[in-house]
C-alpha cells in the first residue's frame, strides 16, 4: 500500500498555529505530556522552548520518522521515542497510561489493511473506524488524567456529519471543551482540503456530566490570516452550552448559523421534509465505463465514454416489467439524471443502458448498486450529493437517478413544484448549510430541513412562479432572476417572519406509527443512536437501601411494556435486547434516547437500563425462521442496577405501551 496513504501525515510547520495549540495547554515543569503522532517533533520543540525539561512521551508509526526524531533528541532524557501504532498500542487502549496534556496533529482517512481495520472495529466499535483522527481523538481523551487537557489540529467534519454522532456525545458528556477555533485548510501549509476546513479543539477531561453539560464552548470563526489564530479579540466568537449541542438534532455544532436557524432546526413542533418526502439515493452500474453514455462528446466528463445512438434511446415510457427487468428491444438506454448543480431543468444529456441483459448483469454483479429501485422511474426532485456553494434541486420527471443524487419524492404529489422552488432557494441553502456545513449531503441531511406548511395563498403562489421558470428553461430562456428573487422572499418571510403560513403547519405531535422501512432506506441495519457509557456522572442515593447508582438525571428514558410472556430474562436481569412489536411511536426522538426501563406486565417499572445502540433488526433475528419482512426496532440494552426498592407503577403514556420521558421526572 503507498506509504503516503497509510501514514497521512500532514506535518505542522506554522508557528501561529503552534503558538496557539501550546499556549491553550499552558505547560507545567511536572507536566506528563504525550504527542501521540510525533511527525518530525514540531510541537516537541514547541513544548520545550517553554519549558525545557518537560516530559514527553513521543509516539510514532512511520520508522524513518522514529530514526529522524531519535537521532533529533538523542541525548535528552526526558523525551521518549517510541515506535508504535497509537491507536493499537496497549497503554492506550487500556488507558494504563495516563497524561496531564496531549497535544498533536493526527492523521487524517490513513488508509488500513484488512487486519488493522479488524482490529480497529473490535477496539472502537461504537465509532467510525474509517477516519483515523476521530479514533486518536477518543483514544486519547481518554488516556487524560482528571482535568488533563488535550488539543488538536483536525479537520472539521466530527462536528456535524452524522457517521460522527458517538464521538460528539462522547466528548460532550465526558469533557470541557474550552475552545473550538475553525479556519480554512488552506491555512495550513501545503494542505487544502476540498472536502472539509480545520478545527483547533481544546478540551479538559471531566467525569462530572452535569457540570460538561453546563459548560460553555468558546466557538472562533472567520479569521483573514493564519496569525490572527493568536489573538484573543480576532475573528468572530459565539458561545454555546455543550447541553445545547447535545439535545441539537445529531447533536451537531451548528457553528455557520444564526440563532434563529438553529431555533428553527431543532424545533419539534415544526415538520421535517423526512415527515412529508421519501429521500433515497440512486442507481450505480457498477462499470460506467460499458453502461453509461453521454449524448454528444461535448458534455462535460464525456470524453472517456462512449456516446448514445440516438436509435438506441427509448422513447416512450416504460412498463412495470421494464422498469424491473429491463428493456428487450434494442432501443433500451434510458435517460438518467447525474449530479452537477443546475437548477429546475436538467436535460438529458446521459443514458443508460437498461437492457435485459444489463439489468441481469447489474443485479448479479458485487459494484452494482441496485438501491431504492421502487423510485426509479418516478417523478421527484433530484439534489446533487455533492453541492458548491448553493444547494440546488432540479425535476427528475420519470427518469433513473444515479448514486450522486438524492432524489426526494413527496408523499403527496402535490408538493414536487413547492418543493422544487423551496429547495432552490437561499433560505433551504441557509438551513442545509448549518445542518450539514461541508459539501457532501446525503439523505440523512435533507430530510432533516425544517419544512413549514405554507398557506394555500403562499403555495399556489410558488407553484406559479416555479412553473414560470421550468416553461421558460424548457424553452431555451435563461431570464428568470425576477422569479428567482420573489422566491427568496416568499421563503423569507415564510420562515423568518412567518407570514403566508397555513393555520396546521406546526406539526402534530401524536403518535403515529414509525415508518419502520422509511430508516430501513435511511440505515439499513446500522445503529440509528449509539451512546457512549457514562460510568462516573452523578451519584445519588435512592429507596432504603441507599444503594448508589451513577446515573444521569438529564438523559432521556423510555419506558416500554413487557409482556407476561417475556418476563423472566428483565426479572432476572439477564435482558440484552429489547424488540418492539410492529408499531413504533413517531413522536419519540430516537437519536436522544438513552435510558431503558422496561415496565413488566401486573407490575410496574424498577430496573434501569442503558441503550447502547439502538437499530432496525428482524423478528427471531439470528434463528432459522427469522423473517426478512418482519422489521423491528431493536434496543441493545445493559443493566445500569436496581432504581426502586419495590415496582412502581407509572403511566404508559401511548398506546398502553410506552412512555417517553426523562429520568429526573421519573424519581421525582
Known sequence: MNEALVYQAHYTKSDPILNYMTGMLEFRPHDSILEPCGGDGVFVDKILEKVPNANISVFELNPQAVIGLKNKYNGEANIHIKETDTLLDDSITSCSAKYDKIIGNPPY????????????????????TKESYTLFLYACTRCLKENGELSFIIPDTFLSLHRHLAIRKYLLTNTKIKELILFPSSFFPGINFGYANLCIITLKKSSNVAQNLRNKISIRTNFKTVEELEYDDSGTKKNISQKEVVESVGSAFMFNSTDKIVKLINDVSIQKIGDIANCVTGFYSGNDKDYLHPVSPEIKNAKKYICANSESIHTSSLTDKEKGCGIATTDCLVPIVKGGNIEYVKPNHWFMDWSTKAIQEYKSSKKCRFQNSDYYF?????????????????????????????????????????????????????????????????????????????SDESKSHVEELVGEIVSRLKAGDEQIERQKAELDEVFANLYFQREGISQTTSKEISPKQLNFLDLFDQYELEPITQNCVVRDDIEIEYGKKKSQLLIDLTKNLLICNVKK??????????????????????????????????????????????????????RKEGQENEDKNDLRLVF?????????????????????????????????
Not at 448553493?390 to 404529489?413: A, C, H, M, N, Y
Not at 432557494?425 to 430541513?449: D, G, H, M, R
Not at 439477564?574 to 415496565?599: C, E, H, N, R, W
Open 109 to 128: 482517512g490513513a488508509r488500513n489493511n484488512e487486519k488493522k481495520k479488524d482490529l480497529l472495529n473490535k477496539l472502537y466499535a461504537d465509532l467510525y
Open 378 to 454: 418516478k417523478n421527484g426532485i433530484g439534489i446533487p450529493m455533492i453541492r458548491s456553494s448553493k444547494l440546488t434541486g432540479s425535476l427528475i420527471e420519470g427518469r433513473l437517478f444515479d448514486q450522486s443524487i438524492v432524489g426526494v419524492f413527496p408523499k403527496d404529489d402535490k408538493w414536487i413544484l413547492y418543493l422544487l422552488g423551496f429547495f432552490n432557494s437561499a433560505v433551504c441553502t441557509e438551513l442545509i448549510n448549518a445542518i450539514n456545513p461541508s459539501t457532501n449531503n446525503s439523505a440523512n441531511y435533507i430530510k432533516k430541513i425544517p419544512f413549514i406548511v405554507p
Open 565 to 618: 410472556d417475556n418476563l423472566e430474562q428483565y426479572l432476572d436481569g439477564s435482558a440484552k435486547i429489547y424488540y418492539t412489536g410492529k408499531k413504533f411511536p413517531s413522536t419519540v426522538a430516537l437519536y436522544k434516547l438513552y435510558y431503558f426501563m422496561p415496565y413488566l406486565s401486573g407490575k410496574g417499572i424498577r430496573d434501569l437500563y442503558y441503550i447502547k445502540i439502538a437499530r432496525l433488526g428482524y
Open 636 to 668: 441493545e440494552i445493559e443493566r445500569v442496577g436496581q432504581l426502586f426498592d419495590e415496582y412502581k407503577k407509572v403511566k404508559l403514556e401511548i398506546w398502553r405501551t410506552f412512555t417517553d420521558t426523562t429520568l429526573d421526572k421519573i424519581l421525582c
